[in-house]
């Protein structure tokens, strides 16, 4: 998930921190949106196209889509990397996939690439079941990816790479892209500190602790996980792991020696408070801060 510079763990630290801190309330909103239903309608009110996730369809019903005006495209860019003994390895993945389709659906005539499923995780490779990119790779991965949207007829690519390591490589390389790519537009929503913000209001608003919401694996993902996915979440082993506050000392130590330094169980924070309605709402806030960033973003 992250990169070797202390500077950027921390931003990722304080990535999940304030996704946490988001998630957190008691206060109760309004369920979930019910996707296939908006799928649903967004399909019969427009046109032909009855699903927005490219590895779910053929190539005659993309092209098809791309001619009715879908010319934009999601990509989510995860990890596969310890979360703790309670959530699966694709937490950064599932919770990212499922981000951009919701983006996708919210934008309109947009379609979804396949999400990235493996990120730079190097601090994590201490536990099993770790596996991580070099910043090369993720490099090479993404120019592949932008390369391959544009040849197939995409004018609009958006990125969303929602784990803390992905971060400065996807946001360097779509500079790079960008570049090469004139008549496109390349966006991707890659300012952690933008992030940071947006969950730290809402954090305050649900009056959760940043220590316990957590870096990694605490109460926001662990909620978030339990949204998408109750029966991948283990939840007779939720235990704190590091609860104290992550700063340059604490994201110094994870980036030097790995995150096994600072938590024996993998956890940045404490998943004890977690729950579904939680989760819920965190998933609603991050995805309308990532369509406010698109829009900033597009021409
Ligand atoms: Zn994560």
């Given at each position: 998930m992250k990169r070797e510079s202390s500077h950027t763990l921390g931003r990722y630290l304080c990535y999940a921190i304030v996704i946490s801190l988001n998630i957190c309330t008691t206060q109760t909103l309004r369920s979930q949106p019910n996707i296939s239903n908006d799928e649903e309608r967004q399909s019969k009110a427009v046109d032909s196209v009855?699903?927005?996730?490219?590895?779910?369809?053929?190539?005659?019903?993309?092209?098809?889509?791309?001619?009715?005006?879908?010319?934009?495209?999601?990509?989510?860019?995860?990890?596969?990397?310890?979360?703790?003994?309670?959530?699966?390895?694709?937490?950064?993945?599932?919770?990212?996939?499922?981000?951009?389709?919701?983006?996708?659906?919210?934008?309109?005539?947009?379609?979804?690439?396949?999400?990235?499923?493996?990120?730079?995780?190097?601090?994590?490779?201490?536990?099993?079941?770790?596996?991580?990119?070099?910043?090369?790779?993720?490099?090479?991965?993404t120019l592949d990816y932008i390369d391959s949207l544009a040849r197939g007829g995409f004018n609009r690519i958006i990125f969303l790479p929602l784990h803390g390591g992905n971060f400065p490589v996807i946001q360097q390389t779509l500079k790079e892209a960008q570049t090469a790519h004139q008549g496109i537009e390349i966006i991707g929503v890659t300012d952690v500190t933008k992030l940071f913000d947006c969950l730290n209001a809402a954090s305050a608003e649900f009056g959760i602790k940043a220590n316990e919401s957590g870096a990694h694996a605490g109460e926001s993902e662990t909620s978030i996980m339990m949204a998408l996915e109750k029966n991948l979440v283990i939840k007779d082993r939720f235990a704190p792991g590091f609860v104290g506050l992550t700063g340059e000392k604490?994201?110094?130590?994870?980036?030097?020696?790995?995150?096994?330094?600072?938590?024996?169980?993998?956890?940045?924070?404490?998943?004890?408070?977690?729950?579904?309605?939680?989760?819920?709402?965190?998933?609603?806030?991050?995805?309308?801060?990532?369509?406010?960033?698109?829009?900033?973003?597009?021409?």
């Open positions: 009855k699903r927005i996730r490219m590895a779910e369809m053929t190539w005659p019903d993309i092209k098809s889509a791309i001619e009715q005006g879908y010319m934009t495209v999601v990509v989510a860019a995860g990890s596969t990397e310890q979360h703790g003994p309670h959530l699966p390895t694709m937490t950064d993945t599932r919770i990212g996939d499922e981000l951009a389709h919701r983006v996708a659906l919210k934008l309109g005539h947009t379609l979804q690439a396949i999400t990235i499923s493996v990120g730079c995780s190097r601090h994590h490779l201490a536990f099993p079941g770790t596996i991580s990119l070099r910043d090369a790779t993720l490099r090479m991965i604490e994201f110094k130590i994870i980036g030097e020696q790995g995150t096994q330094a600072l938590t024996k169980n993998g956890v940045l924070g404490d998943p004890r408070k977690a729950s579904a309605d939680k989760g819920e709402i965190y998933l609603d806030r991050l995805t309308e801060f990532l369509i406010q960033e698109i829009k900033k973003q597009s021409h």
